[in-house]
């Protein structure tokens, strides 16, 4: 099975610091997605990264696709309380399974 | 559109006892999936659809069962509920095969608790 390893596995920042949190999967990757779950809610899609060398961004949010590496980072500028929750990579592989990483856990303290 | 929608939000069973999460989606996905999350954890797929008719085991398939008889219904079955499966459960659906970007679409998810 593809795995996906992120870190860190939580951070806590002060608000308004720069963070990145990275994945990496253990196969090549066809396609990278981010997503972001507040606690205890569904899952919200942020973006997604297909080519190498790829770069997207949403609000403050910037993902980067190092296809090379199999990595993928995101970057949070200038982080808000609003930007706490969890975050998720996640591919598909040649199966057509869909997996996920291990999660970030980020709090921002105001 | 609902997307996709989950039905019990919330569900406490005994242990033994057997129970199915609902499952349904408007979209016309053709790509459907059932995860676990426990505490703290990232996501374990447990089964998944590439239509309807087709369904294959994901990383923890063991202790349930799905059917996918149309493309709108995914429901996940649990036989003879066990602790080890309180977790919540998350369904989602996707399209592949057309411009966009083949993202799933997540329910609101279902918490389960078996004691």
């Known amino acids: 099975s593809q795995e996906l390893e992120q870190s860190p596995q939580s951070l806590i920042v002060q608000e308004g610091k720069n963070l990145t949190i990275n994945c990496t999967s253990s196969k090549t990757l066809y396609g990278l997605y981010w997503y972001k779950q507040k606690y205890g809610e569904g899952l919200i899609f942020l973006m997604m990264l297909q080519k190498g060398g790829e770069e997207k961004s949403h609000e403050k949010i910037t993902a980067k696709l190092d296809e090379k590496k199999q990595q993928s980072s995101l970057h949070i500028t200038a982080s808000q309380p609003s930007h706490a929750g969890i975050y998720l990579c996640g591919a598909a592989n040649t199966g057509n399974q869909f997996y996920f990483g291990t999660g970030t856990s980020l709090t921002v303290i105001p | 559109n609902a997307g996709v929608t989950q039905t019990p939000k919330f569900r406490i069973l005994k242990i033994g006892q057997s129970m199915t999460l609902q499952c349904t989606q408007d979209m016309n996905h053709n790509y459907m999936y059932w995860y676990r999350q426990d505490p703290g954890m990232g996501l374990k797929l447990i089964y998944y659809?590439?239509?309807?008719?087709?369904?294959d085991k994901g990383e923890v398939p063991n202790g349930y069962n799905v059917s996918r008889s149309t493309t709108e219904d995914f429901p996940l079955r649990l036989e003879l509920a066990a602790p080890s499966q309180t977790s919540v459960y998350f369904c989602a659906s996707r399209y592949l095969g057309g411009a966009g970007t083949g993202e799933l679409f997540f329910g609101e998810g279902s918490r389960l608790t078996v004691l």
């Open positions: 659809s590439v239509g309807a008719g087709i369904t």
